[in-house]
């Protein structure tokens, strides 16, 4: 049997979606570690290298092999530098940016270089790693990517749509409330109004009380879940 080592942000907004992200993250690390690809590598700690920029670009298996080194530092509590990080942002491998991302809020070192990093994740071409990078912008509650953060709403993909709600209401309360208003009655998603009416029922909307109390009868078990 093989365990996946996947790096779970710490509880916060969108932790009942966790188990959408981590079950598709899981599938994709699993298919990485029991298939072919390119020969393992051994790569030294990035928390005791001097330059870990100069690594990129990484292949898919040592960018997943520094992604696991690089949580076992955060583990045992060793300090990781933002720029241990940063490669992982520019890996070829989903799964390996999808962990950067969730490393990022525990990272030490430049705020700019982390915002950078997370600017760049936040328009990544994969769901997970979209999906990642909300979660770990809700935790860094940076708020000059708030404008990066409410894109999301218009996402092709329901989970970010509902991921990028409650993100921007950790972000911003005041300016997040009008645009997840706006955005509900064009919502066709059953698992992206989930989202966005827990936001306006957490913001102070009782009027979204009920219709999100409907959604328990959804036939989708992930709505029911969420």
């Not at 990485?32 to 690809?37: H, Y």
């Not at 708030?146 to 709600?165: I, T």
């Amino acid at each position: 049997m093989v365990t996946s080592r996947i790096v779970a942000p710490p509880p916060m907004v969108g932790v009942k979606y966790r188990m959408h992200l981590d079950a598709a993250l899981g599938a994709r690390v699993f298919a990485t570690r029991a298939g072919g690809g390119e020969k393992a590598m051994t790569v030294r700690s990035p928390s005791r290298t001097r330059d870990a920029s100069a690594m990129a670009p990484l292949t898919r298996r040592v960018a997943l092999h520094l992604a696991w080194r690089l949580e076992d530092d955060v583990r045992e509590g060793r300090s990781v530098d933002v720029a241990a990080v940063v490669p992982l942002a520019t890996s070829r491998s989903v799964e390996s940016r999808a962990i950067g991302a969730a490393l990022l809020p525990a990272a030490v070192g430049s705020v700019r270089a982390r915002r950078r990093c997370l600017l760049r994740l936040l328009s990544d071409r994969a769901e997970l790693v979209r999906v990642a990078a909300l979660e770990a912008t809700s935790i860094v509650a940076d708020a000059l990517l708030f404008a990066r953060a409410a894109h999301g709403l218009e996402d092709d993909s329901p989970l970010v749509r509902a991921y990028a709600a409650e993100t921007v209401l950790r972000l911003d309360r005041r300016r997040a409330m009008p645009l997840v208003r706006h955005r509900l009655p064009r919502e066709r998603s059953s698992l992206a109004r989930v989202g966005l009416l827990g936001v306006l029922v957490e913001g102070g909307d009782g009027a979204a009380l009920a219709p999100l109390a409907a959604l328990l009868q959804s036939r989708q078990h992930r709505v029911r879940c969420a």
